[in-house]
């Protein structure tokens, strides 16, 4: 499995952006997809931002819920997240990541999110 994503981009301040994570082959029926970011490159620290699990049911990190939606095409192996009112503390290299909650974790190469105030 392999994934790429995309999107990113420089937005001020209240704007909006939307990613995109495409898988190479249908996962979605055993794969947990999740959203992470890293906002300092000097760290390897990648924080949790949202994920949607196989049966479709998404979950949050507080500080964006209300301003984020992840969501996914089944057709276009795709998963989505949108990003709304942005802040400049959501600047971040944003990744991708499938797991299938048994040996299998794979991430992509990351997207960077840049938003000015």
């Known amino acids: 499995v392999q994934l790429v994503e995309s999107g990113g981009g420089l937005v001020k301040s209240g704007g909006s952006l939307r990613l995109s994570c495409a898988t190479s082959?249908?996962?979605?029926?055993?794969?947990?997809m999740t959203w992470f970011r890293q906002a300092r490159e000097d760290r390897r620290q990648r924080d949790w931002v949202?994920?949607?699990?196989?049966?479709?049911?998404?979950n949050y990190t507080d500080s964006v819920k209300d301003r984020f939606i992840i969501s996914r095409d089944n057709a276009k192996n795709t998963v989505f997240l949108q990003m709304d009112n942005l802040q400049p503390e959501d600047t971040a290299v944003y990744y991708c990541?499938?797991?299938?909650?048994?040996?299998?974790?794979?991430w992509g190469q990351g997207t960077r999110v840049t938003v000015s105030s």
């Open positions: 082959e249908p996962i979605f029926n055993t794969y947990e």
């Open positions: 990541n499938a797991d299938n909650l048994h040996s299998d974790s794979v």
């Open positions: 949202a994920g949607i699990t196989v049966g479709g049911e998404t």
